[in-house]
């Protein structure tokens, strides 16, 4: 398997890890856009958001319940955060292994470029 999210989820390449239980992994983004740019991925391997089955509803709830907790673990959930999910090359996906952007820490702009 070539992902290169695979490869972090299986510690077979380093990264900041924030939080990791059986189903997802939270990690710092490697070239952040915003003070706090973390990534939560499930360990499951989705390439983009349209690979999605009716048995991944339960995943997603995790995932956004996930961001929460860190929001709150690091200390931005009061001012907010916003989370973002690029699906395929026209909206900027460069890793096909989905992932949840989640950035805090300055005001964001909107609409995004
Ligand atoms: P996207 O363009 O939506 O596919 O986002 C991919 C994100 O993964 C980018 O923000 C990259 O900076 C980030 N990224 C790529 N490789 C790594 C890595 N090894 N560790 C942490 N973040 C990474
Ligand atoms: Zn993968």
Redesign the pocket.
């Known amino acids: 398997m070539s992902c290169?999210?695979c490869k972090?989820i299986n510690k077979e390449?380093p990264?900041?890890i924030l939080y990791e239980d059986e189903r997802v992994l939270a990690?710092?983004?490697?070239?952040?856009?915003a003070p706090y740019?973390i990534?939560v991925i499930p360990k499951k391997h989705i390439s983009t958001l349209l690979e999605l089955e009716e048995a991944d509803k339960e995943l997603i709830g995790h995932i956004y319940l996930t961001i929460n907790q860190i929001s709150k673990d690091l200390g931005f959930a009061e001012r907010g955060y916003r989370v973002?999910?690029?699906c395929k090359e026209e909206?900027?996906?460069?890793?096909?292994h989905m992932?949840f952007?989640v950035l805090a820490g300055r005001p964001m702009d909107w609409p995004p470029g």
């Open positions: 290169i999210f972090i390449i990264a900041r990690f710092y983004d490697i070239n952040p856009q740019h990534l973002v999910v690029n909206a900027g996906q460069t890793v096909f992932h952007h």
